[in-house]
């Protein structure tokens, strides 16, 4: 059975960084898509970046510049380095495991998820 533990989230000040984690288990990286979503209160989930197996990545619009996608395929988890952050950026945030279509940042596209990991930027 596959599962994803998301981990790192946390309060911070406009500006400021955080590193998100995805533990897994039961699956193997090079076989899926993996993706970082987030939803904030009254909002739908939105896709914020994605990295395919053989490394290819996509990020939003909103994150590029800011945001950075890594896996580390030997520890079977999955990163979400957040720098710059602003209050826009507080969410839910969830990893997700995915395959085809998955670079498009469709939620359609991803069929395993975690429990999630709470960020607030404070301004």
């Known amino acids: 059975q596959v599962q994803l533990v998301e981990s790192g989230g946390g309060s911070v000040q406009a500006g400021g960084s955080l590193r998100l984690s995805c533990a897994s288990s039961?699956?193997?990286?090079?076989?899926?898509?993996m993706g970082w979503f987030r939803q904030a209160p009254g909002k739908e989930r939105e896709g914020v970046a994605a990295?395919?197996?053989?490394?290819?990545?996509r990020y939003a619009d909103s994150v590029k510049g800011r945001f950075t996608i890594s896996q580390d395929g030997a520890k079977n988890t999955l990163y979400l380095q957040m720098n710059s952050l602003d209050a826009e950026d507080t969410a839910m945030y969830y990893c997700?495991?995915?395959?085809?279509?998955?670079?498009?940042?469709?939620?359609?596209?991803?069929?395993?998820w975690g429990q999630g990991t709470q960020v607030t930027v404070s301004s």
């Open positions: 997700a495991a995915g395959g085809s279509g998955c670079l498009t940042l469709g939620v359609y596209a991803y069929y395993v």
């Open positions: 039961g699956l193997t990286y090079s076989r899926y898509c």
């Open positions: 990295i395919y197996s053989d490394g290819t990545t």
